[in-house]
């Protein structure tokens, strides 16, 4: 699980394990931690999982903004339009949340 406690302020890598393949991504984070989730055994499961990944991606756009503003105007215009996209993304498991809540 993430340390939410810990200071986001230097760079880290670390990875997380999806349905048994790994993504390594980099935090502003002073402390190691990783992430394993397992795939989802039945649609309850799914929903939880799927709600927790887009409240971890909304944790991932703030730090990326906030890092933005820590390199030159052409890098951080690269940051802010990558935490655009995230955005979108976002906005699209929200809307597949929506759908499975309504089911």
Do not use: I
Not at 23 to 39: E, F, P, Q, R, W
Not at 43 to 59: D, F, I
Request: glycine content about 4%.
């Amino acid at each position: 699980m993430h340390d939410h406690n810990s200071p986001h302020n230097a760079a880290l890598t670390h990875s997380h394990e999806h349905g048994g393949h790994t993504h390594v991504h980099t935090h502003a984070d002073g402390t190691t931690h990783s992430h394993s989730h397992a795939a989802a055994s039945s649609p309850e499961e799914a929903l939880a999982l799927l709600t927790y990944m887009l409240s971890h991606n909304r944790h991932h756009a703030e730090e990326l903004h906030d890092l933005a503003h820590c390199f030159d105007e052409v890098t951080g215009d690269l940051v802010h339009t990558a935490v655009d996209k995230l955005e979108e993304s976002n906005a699209l498991l929200e809307q597949a949340l929506s759908l499975l809540r309504n089911e």
